[in-house]
């Protein structure tokens, strides 16, 4: 029955992430298991798995429902994960940075260089950014050699928005963003230079001021949405509302 649970939770995060679901609805366990094939018990056991993770809530008697997340709450996670990936920087400065990383690092912020000299009026332009995005926060990360730093982190990602591949697109701009994003790699590349050169305040510094200018970008791009201004898709925006509406 595990590998029924693990299948079925992950196709309801899914599910959940990509809008199929919208903030506070009712997940009724009969008909997700009749669309799934699987028993209720499976799909009981993998909502309670969701539940953990903070993407439904349960109500005794009213059974399982998504959560619905406000924008307040979102920028308190990102910057929670700004500041924990300042730890991370920390970390990998007092211990030294090693040469495997410093190239796994300056080779991330060539392959963003190409993307960035291409723009991002095709799609896959914009995936492949976000792709690499994530691949550099994880960078950050697992060089710091921290367990504890890494775990955090992942469950933060689970909110919406969250996450560091979670970057959003101005489609109605003339540029799809691109000069917005080249200040944000310029940080970038100024955080792997302090790495590289053990300057730790500078570094977690660097990480902080990132972490709130995503969060000005994100309010300003959902708020912009709300208004009609088309966006890229955004994974879990279903899930967020207003802070009035709580």
């Known amino acids: 029955m595990s590998t029924q649970v693990e299948n079925a939770t992950q196709i309801l995060r899914e599910a959940i992430l990509s809008g199929t679901y919208g903030a506070g609805e009712k997940l009724k366990e009969v008909h997700i298991a009749a669309s799934l094939g699987v028993s209720r018990t499976v799909i009981r056991l993998a909502l309670s ?25 979102v920028s308190d996670a990102i910057i929670l994960r700004g500041e924990i990936e300042a730890i991370a920087a920390r970390c990998i400065c007092e211990k030294g940075i090693s040469d495997a990383n410093v190239s796994l690092f300056r080779d991330l912020l060539d392959s963003m260089k190409t993307v960035l000299a291409s723009g991002f009026s095709q799609r896959e332009a914009r995936l492949k ?18 367990t504890a730093i890494h775990s955090t982190i992942a469950h933060l990602s689970r909110i919406p928005l969250v996450a560091p591949h979670s970057v959003v ?15 944000t790699h310029e940080t970038r590349a100024q955080l792997v230079e302090a790495l590289i050169q053990r300057q730790g305040g500078h570094a977690a510094a ?17 708020e912009g949405m709300r208004l009609g201004k088309p966006v890229s898709a955004i994974p879990g925006l279903g899930l967020i509302s207003r802070s009035e509406e709580r």
């Open 169 to 183: 697109f101005d489609l109605s701009s003339d540029d799809f963003s691109l000069e917005r994003v080249k200040r």
């Open 49 to 73: 798995s969701l539940e953990l993770e903070g993407l439904v809530a349960h109500t005794p008697n009213r059974g399982f429902r998504t959560k619905r997340f406000t924008l307040d709450e």
């Open 129 to 146: 950014w976000m792709e690499l995005v994530a691949e550099f926060h994880a960078l950050i990360v697992s060089a710091s050699g921290n």
């Open 206 to 222: 660097l990480m902080i001021g990132y972490a709130h200018q995503a969060c000005r970008n994100k309010r300003a791009s959902v």
